[in-house]
Nanobody, 120 residues
Protein backbone atom coordinates (compact mmCIF):
# COMPACT_ATOMS: atom_id res chain seq x y z
CA UNK A 1 0.00 0.00 0.00
CA UNK A 2 1.26 3.48 -0.88
CA UNK A 3 0.92 6.50 1.36
CA UNK A 4 -0.11 9.71 -0.36
CA UNK A 5 0.50 13.25 0.85
CA UNK A 6 -1.36 16.05 -0.89
CA UNK A 7 -0.65 19.75 -0.82
CA UNK A 8 -1.53 22.95 -2.60
CA UNK A 9 -5.20 23.52 -1.91
CA UNK A 10 -6.60 26.80 -0.67
CA UNK A 11 -8.81 29.79 -1.35
CA UNK A 12 -8.56 31.64 -4.64
CA UNK A 13 -10.65 34.13 -6.55
CA UNK A 14 -12.39 33.18 -9.75
CA UNK A 15 -9.98 33.33 -12.66
CA UNK A 16 -7.02 32.49 -10.46
CA UNK A 17 -4.75 29.46 -10.38
CA UNK A 18 -3.68 26.76 -7.96
CA UNK A 19 -1.29 23.85 -8.22
CA UNK A 20 -1.95 20.63 -6.36
CA UNK A 21 0.76 18.08 -5.60
CA UNK A 22 0.54 14.49 -4.43
CA UNK A 23 3.60 12.50 -3.42
CA UNK A 24 3.45 8.73 -3.05
CA UNK A 25 5.73 6.77 -0.76
CA UNK A 26 6.03 3.28 0.67
CA UNK A 27 6.81 -0.12 -0.75
CA UNK A 28 6.22 0.84 -4.36
CA UNK A 29 7.53 -1.21 -7.26
CA UNK A 30 5.77 0.61 -10.05
CA UNK A 31 3.04 3.25 -10.37
CA UNK A 32 0.67 2.84 -13.27
CA UNK A 33 -2.13 5.35 -13.17
CA UNK A 34 -2.23 8.59 -11.16
CA UNK A 35 -5.25 10.80 -10.99
CA UNK A 36 -7.21 13.53 -9.30
CA UNK A 37 -10.83 13.31 -8.25
CA UNK A 38 -13.04 15.85 -6.56
CA UNK A 39 -16.15 15.85 -4.45
CA UNK A 40 -18.36 18.84 -3.80
CA UNK A 41 -20.97 18.84 -1.00
CA UNK A 42 -23.98 16.77 -1.99
CA UNK A 43 -22.24 15.40 -5.08
CA UNK A 44 -20.55 12.13 -5.87
CA UNK A 45 -16.80 11.93 -6.26
CA UNK A 46 -15.86 12.51 -9.89
CA UNK A 47 -12.75 12.10 -11.98
CA UNK A 48 -11.00 15.36 -12.79
CA UNK A 49 -7.91 14.13 -14.63
CA UNK A 50 -5.69 11.07 -14.88
CA UNK A 51 -2.31 10.20 -16.34
CA UNK A 52 -0.77 6.83 -17.14
CA UNK A 53 2.81 5.74 -16.74
CA UNK A 54 3.29 6.40 -20.44
CA UNK A 55 2.03 9.95 -20.14
CA UNK A 56 -1.42 9.52 -21.67
CA UNK A 57 -3.95 11.84 -20.09
CA UNK A 58 -7.69 12.22 -19.88
CA UNK A 59 -9.77 15.03 -18.42
CA UNK A 60 -13.30 15.69 -17.39
CA UNK A 61 -15.04 17.83 -19.99
CA UNK A 62 -15.61 20.54 -17.40
CA UNK A 63 -11.87 21.12 -16.93
CA UNK A 64 -10.49 20.58 -20.43
CA UNK A 65 -8.38 23.52 -21.53
CA UNK A 66 -8.06 24.84 -17.97
CA UNK A 67 -6.40 22.05 -15.95
CA UNK A 68 -3.18 20.22 -16.71
CA UNK A 69 -2.12 16.98 -15.06
CA UNK A 70 1.53 15.94 -15.01
CA UNK A 71 3.76 13.53 -13.14
CA UNK A 72 7.37 13.18 -12.05
CA UNK A 73 8.11 9.46 -12.07
CA UNK A 74 11.43 9.90 -10.28
CA UNK A 75 9.60 11.52 -7.35
CA UNK A 76 6.43 9.40 -7.54
CA UNK A 77 4.53 12.68 -7.63
CA UNK A 78 1.53 13.86 -9.60
CA UNK A 79 0.55 17.48 -10.11
CA UNK A 80 -2.62 19.26 -11.10
CA UNK A 81 -2.21 22.78 -12.46
CA UNK A 82 -5.58 24.48 -12.25
CA UNK A 83 -6.04 27.69 -14.23
CA UNK A 84 -9.02 29.94 -14.88
CA UNK A 85 -10.69 28.57 -11.80
CA UNK A 86 -14.44 28.90 -11.44
CA UNK A 87 -16.66 28.80 -8.34
CA UNK A 88 -18.01 25.44 -9.55
CA UNK A 89 -14.51 24.00 -9.18
CA UNK A 90 -14.92 24.31 -5.41
CA UNK A 91 -14.56 20.85 -3.88
CA UNK A 92 -12.32 18.56 -1.91
CA UNK A 93 -9.71 17.19 -4.30
CA UNK A 94 -8.39 13.67 -3.81
CA UNK A 95 -5.30 12.10 -5.26
CA UNK A 96 -5.54 8.50 -6.47
CA UNK A 97 -2.62 6.23 -7.29
CA UNK A 98 -2.67 2.69 -8.68
CA UNK A 99 0.31 0.43 -9.02
CA UNK A 100 2.19 -2.62 -7.81
CA UNK A 101 3.97 -2.91 -4.46
CA UNK A 102 7.40 -4.42 -4.02
CA UNK A 103 5.80 -7.68 -2.83
CA UNK A 104 3.96 -7.90 -6.12
CA UNK A 105 0.56 -6.94 -4.79
CA UNK A 106 -1.59 -4.45 -6.64
CA UNK A 107 -2.49 -1.33 -4.68
CA UNK A 108 -5.06 1.42 -5.12
CA UNK A 109 -4.52 4.32 -2.72
CA UNK A 110 -6.32 7.58 -1.95
CA UNK A 111 -4.97 10.77 -0.49
CA UNK A 112 -6.55 12.51 2.48
CA UNK A 113 -8.07 15.24 0.35
CA UNK A 114 -7.31 18.94 0.02
CA UNK A 115 -9.91 21.69 -0.04
CA UNK A 116 -10.09 24.01 -3.03
CA UNK A 117 -12.41 26.99 -2.69
CA UNK A 118 -12.99 29.44 -5.52
CA UNK A 119 -14.75 32.67 -4.63
CA UNK A 120 -16.79 34.65 -7.13
Amino acid sequence: QAQLVESGGGLVQAGGSLRLSCAASGSIFIINRMGWYRQAPGNERELVAAITSGGSTNYADSVKGRFIISRDNAKNTVYLQMNSLKPEDTAVYYCNVQGVATMGKFFHSWGQGTQVTVSS
